[in-house]
């Protein structure tokens, strides 16, 4: 079910990866500079971290007002867009000359990253007949590792070959391979499948969609899991590199453990619950993020290599409820694939955005604070979870 004329299924797949890879891209290549960046800017940690949560923040309401409006006008003009504000503002965020305009660039980064990211997952859905957009989902969460896995180290590389500002540059000049991919793109959505009507009613759309109770606390239940690992890349370099000493390129490397660890327990968990389509995974995940809080609030303290096995769990969490709530969710509804995923990852990035905040709260240590914000993710999903269950309006799948 390839809708497209001039492009085959795998370029298809490509695109979606990378436009899915381009937001670890943009928040974890310049993570092992931190340190470097508050003095650069004269500025403090708190400040800093706008530039995350900010550029978090800005994606996530792009996301929910950018996909139904693919809805109504298709993807490729939203995507395209989309592509060229990203690429402009990633330059002109590596030349910024002030904190203040860095954090301005990072925001509309932001939310060009936003739309690129709602219409690749609305193209599974276009793209891919239904008995396959699991398997569809889970390989772009595999091979998108290669955002989380590549960029902490190959950010580091440049920082040491260049400076930090070209790790703003870099994902710029990636999404030029994305746009050339948009140009020769197919319009995926049927001209009888947009939605018709003014935009107002096109959002009402989406206000039905959040209306379903059971589809908004499963997914909620699920994206609680972004809280506790965007938490974590705010301030993991703080912890291990100027917490525990480690140096900046063992940091990264540390990171891109973490990111094949995470991918690598998120397929055993796959297999050991059947596939990942049923309530056993949110179980499982729930476990993982409660063992996390343990680890990390009872002996994270102790030593670098006791934190980062507390915090793997944290990811493999993370990692797993997304492809496992994702394809649960985009089974319930029938034409309203963006209002779906606008939902979907609006939820999940303003949780993470949470995250953020939260992690950098003014907590006794930032171990402190990444493990309460483990266990709030853990019980908080225990409830919701429990709840979905009983609902009187059960999910399909679940």
């Known amino acids: 079910m390839n809708p497209q004329k001039y492009l085959p299924s795998w370029v298809i797949i490509l695109l979606i990866v990378i436009l899915s890879t381009i937001p670890p891209f943009s928040t974890d ?7 470097d960046m508050v003095k650069y800017f004269h500025t403090t940690e708190a400040v800093l971290n706008i530039t ?11 996301m929910l007002i950018l996909g139904p409006i693919s809805d109504k006008y298709g993807r490729k003009p939203i995507l395209t867009l989309s592509i060229i504000a990203y690429i402009i503002t990633s330059l002109l965020a590596s030349v910024a000359p002030t904190i203040e305009t860095f954090i301005i660039c990072r925001m509309i980064q932001g939310a060009a990253s936003g739309g690129m990211l709602v219409v690749s997952i609305a193209l599974v859905k276009d793209c891919f007949e239904e008995k396959v957009r699991n398997t569809i989902f889970t390989l772009t969460v595999v091979l998108g590792v290669i955002g989380p896995v590549a960029s902490p180290v ?6 040491e ?10 994902p710029g000049l990636l999404t030029i391979i994305c746009l050339i991919i948009t140009l020769l793109f197919t319009e995926s959505l049927p001209a009888d499948e947009k939605l018709t009507g003014s935009l107002p009613s096109v959002f009402k759309r989406m206000i039905w969609v959040c209306r379903h109770k059971s589809f908004m606390t499963f ?9 506790p690992f965007m938490a974590y890349l705010a301030v993991s370099s703080y912890i291990f590199v100027e917490g525990f000493g480690v140096a900046k390129t063992t940091y990264s490397y540390m990171l891109a453990i973490n990111a094949i660890l995470g991918t690598t327990g998120m397929l055993a968990l796959q297999k050991l619950t059947k596939g990942g389509s049923n309530k056993s995974m949110g179980v499982v995940v729930i476990i993982m993020s409660l063992v996390s809080s343990f680890v990390l609030l009872s002996v994270g303290y102790m030593n670098a290599a006791v934190c980062f096995i507390g915090t793997t769990f944290c990811v493999i969490a993370a990692f797993a409820a997304r492809p496992y709530a994702l394809g649960i969710l985009m089974s319930q ?11 979907f990852n609006f ?5 993470g955005c949470l995250g953020m905040v939260a992690g950098t709260l003014p907590w006794p240590t930032y171990i402190i604070g990444l493990g309460a914000c483990c266990l709030f993710a853990g019980v908080g999903a225990s409830v919701l979870m429990y709840l979905t269950v009983k609902s009187k309006v059960p999910l399909k799948g679940l």
């Open 29 to 35: 290549m310049f993570l092992p500079a931190l340190p």
């Open 52 to 62: 995350l949560y900010g550029f978090m923040f800005f994606q996530a309401v792009s």
């Open 154 to 159: 190959l950010g580091a590389y440049l920082i």
């Open 161 to 170: 070959a260049v400076n930090w500002q070209s790790t703003l540059a870099f």
């Open 219 to 227: 997914l909620i239940a699920m994206g609680l899991f972004s809280l």
């Open 333 to 343: 509804f029938d034409g309203d694939t963006g209002s779906v995923s606008s939902v």
């Open 347 to 351: 939820t999940l990035v303003f949780l």
